[in-house]
């Protein structure tokens, strides 16, 4: 695969930063983010052709459905969008994508998932917003469990996590548990984005076979 220049990105990309400069910051190689700019445009130009990935074309690409909403997709998406502009351009993409990179900091991943779980922003994580989440993610997933498995399943989180009982799990609470439960990571890593020069992630085959 050929890749784009440092003049084709000043060209087309929204958000534009150097190669060099983004591979520097993030867990990416110069190859990967470059095979990242044409993983970008194949998702912004998907639906809307703009150059910006709006969360339909989000959706699409990472849920393959651009139009049943989900607090998941929701969530991810608003923590993508680092400039609060209502998209992601080339540079927020990279910079958070960066985080599922295998070779990202596990302090990275499990501040992503905490903020990801944090959906009102207080800085704490309440029993609420994780029944939320772990409702959205089901439903993500296509999953039904009834409801005393989910509040089963809720309760047994929290109370491992709450380690001070406080009623809410703050940032220190949430690393411990992860380090006792490695396991809460888990989708924190995507294996692909290793072989990103090699070729792309299944769900752009599946998205472009479908236009």
Sequence with gaps: MGCASSRQFGARAAGHVEPEVLA???????????????????????????????????????????KKANLFADRVFDLFDLKRTGVIDFE????????????APTSEKTAFAFK???LRGTGYIEKEELRELVLALLDESDLRLSDST??????????????????KIDPEEWE??????????????????????????SFITRSEAKD
């Excluded at 150059?51 to 393959?64: D, M, P, T, V, W």
């Excluded at 411990?176 to 992630?201: C, G, H, W």
């Design 176 to 201: 411990e548990f992860v380090k006792k439960n490695p396991a809460a990571l888990r989708n924190m890593s995507l294996p692909y984005l290793q072989d990103i020069t090699m070729a792309f992630p």
């Design 150 to 167: 989910v509040e089963a399943i809720v309760d047994n989180t929290f109370s491992q996590a709450d380690s001070n009982g406080d009623g």
């Design 92 to 103: 927020e993409f990279v910079r958070s994508l960066s985080v599922f990179h295998p070779k």
């Design 24 to 66: 520097s910051d993030t867990s990416f190689t110069v190859n990967e983010v470059e095979a990242l700019y044409e993983l970008y445009k194949r998702m912004s130009f998907s639906i809307i052709k703009d150059g910006l990935i709006h969360k339909e074309e989000f959706q699409l690409a990472l849920f393959r459905n651009s």
């Design 116 to 118: 990801l779980y944090d």
